[in-house]
């Protein structure tokens, strides 16, 4: 069998900390010890942007350092192995910035067709209200990645409506937005879509 062109190839490859925590998964399969050496090579990336990430999880709890490997790499031992890759601040706090979607995500399940003004009103709550903006966003991305299909196109003074492409209702977890503009979905455990993907 030939091998995949490389744009297909590298489309499901996860990116940024889900590409970390899979390959510290790997790594660490057998007992649970990994270097960031072990993960730049799965990752194939650079160690400079690997480091913060494997910092916030020991800051976390997530692993701890545990000594030197014969070719002087710091060593760290897993000590919690959640399937989903901690989402985590430099200090070790978790972010709760994907809340915000994880509301909106469930409203667009539920509903056959929405607005951006429906998602504010519905996935608002008193303990997390959702902007406009991040909605609009979030809206973008997910069209683009072909979770929406557009319903009704925006006039003046009525916002666009969309509905929820079924075999696109992927599972319980949001989509997730991420840095390198790339959407992910954890139930799939791929990536969807890519600013830099041309298929």
Same mark, same amino acid.
């Given at each position: 069998m030939s091998p995949k062109p490389r744009h297909i190839a590298d489309k499901n490859r996860l990116k940024g900390y889900p590409s970390y925590w899979a390959a510290i998964l790997k790594a660490g399969k057998a007992n649970g010890t990994f270097t960031m050496r072990c993960i730049d090579q799965l990752c194939n990336t650079d160690i400079r942007t690997i480091r913060p990430y494997?910092?916030? +999880?020991?800051? &976390? /709890? !997530?692993?701890?350092?545990?000594?030197? *490997?014969?070719?002087?790499?710091?060593?760290?031992?897993?000590?919690?192995?959640?399937?989903?890759?901690?989402?985590?601040?430099?200090?070790?706090?978790?972010?709760?910035?994907?809340?915000?979607?994880?509301?909106?995500?469930?409203?667009?399940?539920?509903?056959?067709?929405?607005?951006?003004?429906?998602?504010?009103?519905?996935?608002?709550?008193?303990?997390?209200?959702?902007?406009?903006?991040?909605?609009?966003?979030?809206?973008?991305? +997910?069209?683009? &990645? /072909? !979770?929406?299909?557009?319903?009704?196109? *925006?006039?003046?003074?009525t916002p666009a409506r969309y509905s929820l492409r079924p075999q696109m209702n992927t599972g319980p977890k949001a989509p997730m937005l991420q840095r390198v503009k790339a959407v992910y979905d954890p139930n799939l455990k791929r990536v969807m879509w890519g600013e830099d993907q041309h298929v």
């Open positions: 494997v910092n916030s +999880l020991v800051l &976390a /709890g !997530y692993a701890t350092e545990i000594g030197i *490997s014969e070719t002087n790499a710091k060593v760290y031992q897993l000590v919690r192995r959640p399937a989903e890759a901690p989402r985590l601040r430099s200090d070790g706090t978790h972010v709760i910035q994907g809340q915000g979607r994880e509301q909106i995500w469930r409203v667009m399940q539920m509903q056959k067709e929405f607005s951006k003004t429906d998602l504010v009103v519905l996935a608002s709550t008193e303990d997390k209200s959702v902007t406009s903006a991040s909605v609009i966003e979030y809206l973008s991305y +997910l069209h683009k &990645a /072909g !979770y929406l299909k557009l319903v009704k196109k *925006s006039q003046p003074g």
